[in-house]
């Protein structure tokens, strides 16, 4: 069985701040990871995803994570964010087997202000 | 290019009552799924389905049925709704090559479902 935790439930940050939204797994075997963000009212819209290669992937809307292994994580950042970033971000993994059976984690609500 | 269309958006329901969520994709996807999510639990799977005629439960499936009588609807009922099952609920679709690249699911726009 594979489980997702994201460890902040909300972070707030000012514009134009960067930020870094943490997430951590577990699995017993090898994982796709991935990103997706839900704006109010709205269904989950993919942000990046690490399959395989390098370990640093870059996403839509300048978002970026990296992968690491050893410390079975895979946090997202965004060096500088907007307002229209605020939103609720969620980490999912799934086995390299069944890819489209994902286990999401709790999600993260990032907050942007002025 | 409509994608996943979920109806209704919002709906309301006493104990006990039976209602079904419809879920619609004009991608001709071959996989669908059902996920729920509440508060602090992310999102969890309830049933998906690889084709038409073909069913499976996911993480959270008791309480709900499925159906694949076509590839591009996906209904799901609830058939004694129960206060626990107030959530959203969102519809998801892939192309089985789609799945096999592991690429990520397409989602719908939600239903907000309370059970009072």
């Known amino acids: 069985a594979q489980s997702v935790t994201q460890l902040d439930s909300q972070v707030p940050v000012f514009e134009e701040a960067p930020v870094e939204l943490r997430c951590n797994y577990s699995?017993?075997?090898?994982?796709?990871l991935f990103w997706y963000v839900q704006y109010p009212n709205q269904g989950l819209q993919l942000l990046l995803k690490?399959?395989?290669?390098?370990?640093l992937v870059k996403g839509i809307n300048g978002f970026e994570a990296e992968f690491n292994k050893s410390q079975t994580s895979f946090h997202l950042r965004k060096p500088s964010v907007h307002i229209s970033d605020t939103a609720e971000y969620f980490c999912a993994v799934s086995n390299t087997g069944t890819a489209s059976k994902l286990t999401f984690g709790t999600g993260t609500r990032l907050q942007v202000t002025l | 290019n409509a994608g996943v269309t979920q109806t209704p958006k919002f709906q309301v329901l006493k104990t006990g009552q039976s209602m079904t969520l419809q879920c619609a994709q004009d991608?001709?996807?071959?996989?669908m799924s059902w996920y729920r999510q509440d508060p602090g639990m992310g999102l969890r799977l309830i049933h998906y389905?690889?084709?038409?005629?073909?069913?499976d439960q996911g993480e959270v499936p008791n309480g709900y049925n499925v159906s694949r009588s076509t590839t591009e609807d996906f209904p799901l009922r609830l058939l004694s709704a129960a206060p626990s099952q107030t959530s959203v609920y969102f519809c998801?679709?892939?192309?089985?090559?789609?799945?096999?690249?592991?690429?990520?699911?397409?989602f719908g726009d939600g239903t907000r479902l309370s059970i009072l």
């Open positions: 389905s690889v084709g038409a005629g073909i069913t």
């Open positions: 998801a679709s892939s192309s089985l090559p789609e799945v096999l690249r592991n690429q990520p699911q397409h």
């Open positions: 991608m001709n996807h071959e996989y």
């Open positions: 690490y399959l395989s290669g390098s370990t």
């Open positions: 699995s017993s075997v090898s994982v796709y």
